[in-house]
């Protein structure tokens, strides 16, 4: 059966002018209503299949032709998909909007019909290191304001039909959302930092595409204005675009014409297996022909995320009530100043839950014009720019943390109970295990140790639900007996906590997928594995007592 959804027109809005957000309200009406509609609903064999792709800490290879699925960003949920039909009608609004620009720097170099055949077929299979790249720099208008505009994308796609076509010019020019998610509000600088975030862009039917995103300011003498280079993949790998928007970097500072062999060089290159290494060759004057090396790390499901910035901007006991109130699937907004601090640390959160997967709105960066989504009465995490905080702020009921520097204080709203949720003696063991990390630890170290710190509390609370899976026989699904699940569980404080995650939809889904799965493979998946190792580690444990 395939969740509802209603059709959305953003007919209200317009991106040329902050004054057309009087028209609002029905925006907002339109918006809400669809998110309050969303409830666990029985989902199809393929929304299954898809689902056990996204399984964040899989042992398998989780590359499909979809794209790798990020934890934490599952829109399977009718929300989730609401919200994806109403941000693909903003699109249309955009191609709308603007007119098509001139492109105004050096066209790519085509490809003979066998090559394209070729790489047609490899990008099919997923092994692409990237769809497309796009160059978007802010523009002035008639208005006199500064509209983020695309200037270039590599590679020029040719014999699409028009309707896929169309689609990929409201993609392309949706992008400038979340590349400059400020808005307008933009002038000529002399200075400004680089940096890098990321972001996904999730269609109507569930597919995704993440943007990895690089905005610096470009090598010149006075007041310039910024650019930034977006890399749309299908592939979750943050680390890897970093080093990859290194070298573009590098080579923007010689000269634009300098990026586009490189780029290049890396479409025809095949994706990396976990743990494999790939070799580009790549040509910088006056230092020669390079060999550049971009190794994918070998636990792929970490490979999304960088836990240094989390805990950079977060105490441990801070972390521990976001993950309090992650857990419970409450509404929690980051704020900090810089994209990509929101974005590292939204993914991070979203991995703690393993094997859980995050259902609801995930936004890790929100742009000015889409803000009102703040106000959606279903859980959510966002990440909102510190200039926005005060449109952000004013509701109720959830969990505002500030990751600014230079803050009075981390949470600006809470429930409240956010250092109680979790059961005590639980709690004091994460912590416990999180000591052995230090403010010095490696990205290397950290993917260890987070990891170590927080399974053992799923397994610890929830690790024994595959007694309470019953089937009336071996080729039959699965019936999950939740009361006696409950109620097998001997300490009160802990029976409390499961009591209220098992009413939660991350749970729900985790356990309609270990009731239809074949009995076969019960057992087999990671979480099953570590959960055995740890009942053998206390078998051995009382043995020697």
């Not at 693909?88 to 050096?106: N, V, Y």
């Not at 993440?210 to 007041?223: E, H, M, S, T, W």
């Not at 109680?420 to 993917?447: C, V």
Request: with cysteine; net charge neutral; charged share 30%.
């Amino acid at each position: 059966m395939t969740s509802s959804r209603k059709t959305w027109a953003f007919s209200s809005l317009r991106t040329k002018s902050r004054a057309s957000l009087e028209e609002g309200e029905n925006f907002r009406r339109r918006l809400f209503s669809s998110f309050r509609s969303d409830r666990r609903e029985p989902r199809s064999q393929r929304e299954e299949d898809d689902t056990e792709k996204r399984r964040a800490f899989s042992d398998t290879d989780i590359e499909t032709n979809k794209g790798v699925f990020l934890p934490g960003e599952d829109q399977s949920d009718g929300a989730m998909k609401r919200f994806s039909t109403l941000f693909s009608s903003f699109r249309g609004k955009i191609s709308k909007d603007r007119p098509g620009k001139e492109q105004d720097l050096p066209a790519t170099t085509e490809l003979s019909p066998v090559e394209e055949k070729a790489k047609e077929q490899r990008y099919a299979s997923g092994q692409f290191f990237f769809e497309y790249l796009v160059v978007v720099r802010p523009k002035k208008t008639k208005d006199g304001i500064y509209e983020p505009q695309i200037i270039y994308q590599f590679p020029k796609k040719d014999g699409m039909v028009r309707f896929q076509k169309e689609e990929e010019e409201k993609t392309l020019k949706a992008l400038t959302l979340f590349c400059f998610p400020e808005g307008v509000n933009w002038a000529p600088l002399t200075e400004y930092p680089s940096e890098t975030f990321s972001f996904v862009l999730t269609d109507v039917d569930g597919t995704r595409k993440n943007g990895y995103c690089r905005r610096l300011l470009p090598d010149g003498k006075g007041a310039r204005l910024p650019e930034a280079y977006c890399i749309i993949s299908n592939v979750a790998c943050f680390g890897l675009f970093s080093k990859i928007f290194d070298e573009v970097e590098q080579r923007r500072k010689i000269s634009m014409a300098m990026i586009y062999p490189f780029m290049q060089s890396l479409r025809e290159s095949a994706f990396p297996a976990p743990g494999h290494t790939v070799n580009i060759k790549s040509f910088i004057p006056e230092r020669g022909t390079e060999i550049i090396s971009l190794t994918r790390p070998t636990d792929s499901w970490l490979e999304h995320v960088d836990f240094r910035t989390l805990f950079k901007c977060l105490s441990d006991e801070e972390v521990l009530q976001v993950f309090a109130a992650t857990v419970l699937e409450r509404r929690i907004i980051f704020i900090a100043d810089e994209l990509g601090t929101l974005s590292q640390v939204i993914h991070a959160v979203a991995v703690l839950l393993y094997p859980f997967i995050w259902q609801h709105t995930l936004i890790s960066i929100v742009p000015e014009i889409l803000i009102d989504v703040v106000m959606a009465p279903t859980p959510y995490l966002l990440g909102v720019q510190k200039s926005l905080a005060d449109q952000a702020t004013d509701q109720t009921e959830l969990l505002v943390v500030d990751l600014s520097e230079g803050r009075k204080e981390t949470f600006i709203k809470s429930m409240g109970d956010e250092d109680t949720i979790l059961p005590h003696k639980l709690k004091d063991e994460i912590k416990q295990a999180l000591s052995a990390k230090n403010e010095n630890s490696s990205l290397e170290e950290l993917n260890r140790v987070v990891p170590e710190a927080f399974l053992p509390f799923f397994i610890k609370t929830v690790g024994h639900f595959s007694k309470y899976i019953v089937r009336n026989g071996k080729d039959q699904r699965g019936e999950f007996q939740r009361t006696n699940f409950c109620k097998a569980i001997e300490s009160k404080s802990t029976r409390r906590f499961v009591k209220k995650f098992a009413q939660t939809q991350m749970f729900d889904l985790f356990i309609q997928e270990m009731e239809q799965r074949p009995a076969s493979q019960d057992g087999t998946g990671f979480f099953d594995k570590k959960i055995a190792e740890y009942h053998k580690k206390m078998r051995e444990k009382s043995k020697k007592h």
